[in-house]
């Protein structure tokens, strides 16, 4: 006779889970990384030696940390009132013009707002801006939120337009409703590491035009050893009507725009210290 084969052993009970259609789907891991990175964005534009070297690709973000008393975009300081914009968006509106920039030699700038009050977003475009489309790349910025630049948003960004707005501390508190040391901080770090940055100092008659206060910030970006030029940018009122559009009172209404007189003096005292002032 034939060999019967063997019972099977019994199965023992499995442990009671909920229906197929009442549990949560898995989510697979790059269908994470392929969800697009989002962003507040004020507006872009292009511009030509405001914003960095040559013609550059200049993206406004939305948010801003500081309420500086002569801010030309106080629209711009909080980050609801900008478009949710993807990073696909902006890549594919700056690849408009790479040409063009290309062959005016210049790049592409985050600007703001304060674009480091959205790290991955500003990371995301600095690193597709300088990897996709080739682009030289700059982060114009306060310092103030510098401890949110990781190493790798550094790295894919060639020039750090930094703006120190006085050395007097009551003074930049005042001028900003913030704390100077966050951007000196920054600064320090940012000379640890070899990046290039240009120092950008706002000349207003009155407030930040003492002597003492220009020379403190001058002696400061002469000793960090990567500032290769500094912007002494006169104090104007083109934003005074956006301010009005907000009902915000704009207390340098009746300040001065310094005089040529003025605005040679301070970059002379930036030139005393070896820095190319413009």
């Not at 990371?123 to 996709?132: A, D, I, N, P, V």
């Not at 700059?138 to 190493?151: E, P, Q, V, W």
Request: hydrophobic share 40%; with cysteine.
């Amino acid at each position: 006779m034939t060999a019967l084969p063997a019972p099977a052993a019994a199965t023992p009970p499995r442990a009671a889970r909920p229906p197929a259609a009442l549990s949560a789907p898995a989510t697979p891991a790059a269908a994470v990384m392929q969800r697009p990175v989002v962003g507040s964005v004020h507006s872009w534009d292009l511009s030509t030696g405001v914003d960095g070297p040559g013609s550059r690709f200049v993206v406004f973000l939305s948010g801003c940390p500081l309420t500086c008393l002569y801010c030309q975009n106080p629209d711009t300081w909080r980050m609801r009132d900008g478009k949710r914009t993807t990073a696909d968006e902006v890549v594919a509106e700056a690849s408009r013009y790479t040409h063009f920039i290309a062959a005016a030699g210049g790049g592409a700038t985050i600007s703001g707002g304060e674009p480091l009050l959205q790290p991955v977003f500003t990371g995301e475009l600095l690193h597709r801006f300088k990897h996709e489309l080739g682009l030289h790349t700059a982060l114009d910025t306060s310092g103030f939120l510098g401890s949110r630049a990781t190493d790798a948003l550094l790295r894919d960004t060639d020039l750090v337009l930094l703006d120190i707005k006085s050395w007097d501390r009551a003074t930049y508190q005042r001028v900003t409703g913030r704390h100077l040391d966050p951007t000196l901080a920054f600064a320090r770090r940012l000379a640890d590491l070899g990046k290039e940055v240009h120092v950008r100092f706002v000349l207003v008659p009155g407030l930040t035009d003492h002597p003492d206060n220009i020379d403190g910030v001058a002696a400061f970006a002469a000793s960090l050893g990567n500032v290769t030029r500094v912007d002494v940018l006169p104090f104007h009122k083109l934003g005074e009507a956006k301010w009005r559009a907000l009902h915000r009172p704009f207390t340098l209404s009746d300040t001065p725009v310094p005089t040529t007189e003025q605005t040679n003096l301070a970059r002379s005292i930036f030139a005393a210290h070896g820095l190319n002032a413009v």
